[in-house]
């Protein structure tokens, strides 16, 4: 069973960067996509972006295009978030989550079998 550690959030002002990562035990990382979510108090979980387990699809919302960026590196068992340009509106909780039944449904939390605890990103104006 792959377990999922985020860390990287933090308390930044508007327009810096924050890379979020997250690491996952066990043997088969590699075979599993890998999404972002967010959650902002008193709303519902927000898709922020998913990579394939080749790194050969990117998908991102809206709000995340041309700011943020999806990675991952099997070798390390770990995904990344790089954030860039952050606004107060991107302050929430960012849980990392692992799929393996690949799907054009990826946006939807349901996708995902495993996830982190979350990491709390909070963006000062």
């Known amino acids: 069973q792959v377990q999922l550690v985020e860390s990287g959030g933090g308390l930044v002002q508007a327009g810096a960067s924050l890379r979020l990562s997250c690491t996952a035990s066990g043997r088969t990382f590699s075979s599993y996509f890998m999404g972002w979510f967010r959650q902002a108090p008193g709303k519902e979980r927000e898709f922020v972006a998913v990579?394939?387990?080749?790194?050969?699809?990117?998908y991102y919302g809206d709000f995340a295009k041309g700011r943020f960026t999806i990675s991952r590196d099997n070798d390390k068992n770990t995904v990344y978030l790089q954030m860039n340009s952050l606004k107060p509106e991107d302050t929430a909780v960012y849980y990392c989550?692992?799929?393996?039944?690949?799907?054009?449904?990826?946006?939807?939390?349901?996708?995902?079998?495993?996830w982190g605890q979350g990491t709390q990103v909070t963006v000062s104006s």
């Open positions: 989550a692992a799929g393996s039944r690949w799907s054009g449904n990826f946006r939807s939390s349901v996708m995902y079998a495993l």
């Open positions: 990579i394939t387990w080749d790194s050969f699809n990117i």
